[in-house]
């Protein structure tokens, strides 16, 4: 992708005149910077956000180094998820941009796309993994291709306010799975919270040791994988107990917490999707 954009470029891009956009970063619609000989740039991050808000439809994202879009709308999600699911399998990490891209051109929340697209497009994988049809390798470089695209969601959203609360947050000891917690980071992102995923396998104490001193408004742990339901009790008491201490909201969510776990913790809210904790943070004001 291009960081920086000329009139033209972003001109051609939506199938306007080079002076209609000049017009728009004149009138502030477009953050725009200026060269030292007082050309106009315009970085990549507020032409995307302009586009988004304002509905226009890309004729040719190549010029912003972006893969070729359809921009169509509802149909594209549910469509999307097998066309995901193979180009992960496959390993075909520029179609699996292109479809993610896609959607989030066509104005799709990245919430949406990992709830709705993503998510089930990993639930496919895991079945044919299940079923001996995908091998283990196609499974880890999908998990591989799935985090450089969502990096790269991630310096597409709007930067987060210098006063947006702080949330933090990622999984256990013996639970080495990376992407849910980093899509909670992207989710929560995009709802206006710095929220700063912490990463995987983090031992118990050190999340006490983090609450403590980055004192955040929400923690959250992700649960894909509890090796031992005791241990994994004897490591969650003292973190809840320590955001009971801190006034911190605690937010749990992850397959592994099943029925009879969840009734042996306690928690703010336990969330079946990443929607669920956008709408939790919603209901903390900030
Ligand atoms: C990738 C993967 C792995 C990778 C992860 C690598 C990585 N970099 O993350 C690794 C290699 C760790 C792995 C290991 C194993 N795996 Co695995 N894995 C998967 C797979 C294919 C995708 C997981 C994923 O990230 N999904 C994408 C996320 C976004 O989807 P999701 O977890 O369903 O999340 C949704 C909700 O739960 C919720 N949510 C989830 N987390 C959170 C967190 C918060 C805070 C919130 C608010 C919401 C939320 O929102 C999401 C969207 O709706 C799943 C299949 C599946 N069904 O997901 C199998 C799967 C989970 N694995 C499975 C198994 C059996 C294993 C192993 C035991 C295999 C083995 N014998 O070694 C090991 C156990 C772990 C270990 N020893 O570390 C089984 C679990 C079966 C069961 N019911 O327990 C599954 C379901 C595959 C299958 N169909 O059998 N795995």
Redo the contacts with the bound molecule.
């Keep these: 992708m291009k960081e920086s954009l000329t009139p033209k470029q972003v001109a051609q891009a939506i199938g306007v005149g080079e002076s209609t956009v000049k017009r728009w970063c004149d009138q502030g619609l477009i953050p725009t910077e200026s060269t030292p000989g007082k050309h106009r740039r315009l970085p990549l991050k507020g032409v995307i956000q302009f586009l988004r808000d304002n509905g226009h439809t890309m004729v040719k994202p190549e010029m912003l180094g972006l893969p070729s879009l359809t921009g169509l709308g509802d149909a594209l999600i549910s469509r999307s998820v097998d066309d995901m699911r193979l180009a992960l399998e496959s390993g075909d990490d520029a179609l699996f941009r292109r479809h993610v891209l896609n959607l989030y051109f066509s104005k799709k929340s990245v919430c949406e796309i ?2 709705w697209a ?2 089930p497009a ?2 496919g ?3 044919r ?2 079923h001996g049809s995908v091998e283990v390798f196609q ?2 470089r999908a ?1 591989e291709i799935c985090s450089r695209v969502l990096t790269e969601l991630r310096g597409l959203i709007p930067v987060v306010p210098q006063s947006a609360p702080l949330a933090i ?1 990622g999984t256990l000891s013996g639970d ?6 980093k ?2 980071e992207l989710v929560l992102r995009e709802a206006g919270w710095d929220a700063q995923n912490l990463g995987s396998n983090l031992p118990s104490e050190s999340v006490c040791a983090a609450l403590r001193s980055l004192r955040p408004r929400i923690l ?3 649960v ?2 509890i090796p031992d339901a005791e241990a994994f009790q004897g490591q969650y008491e003292p973190i809840y107990a320590t955001t009971q201490a801190q006034g911190v909201a605690m ?6 917490l099943t029925p009879d776990i969840r009734k042996r913790i306690q928690y703010g809210a336990y ?4 929607s ?2 956008v709408s939790f943070a919603a209901s903390l004001e900030k």
Excluded at 251 to 256: I, L
């Design positions: 990992c709830d993503i998510a990993f639930h994988i895991g079945d993994w299940a499974e880890r998990c947050g080495t799975y990376t992407l849910p917690t899509i909670v959250w742990l992700s894909a994988h937010v749990v969510g992850g397959n592994a969330c079946d999707s990443f669920h904790v």
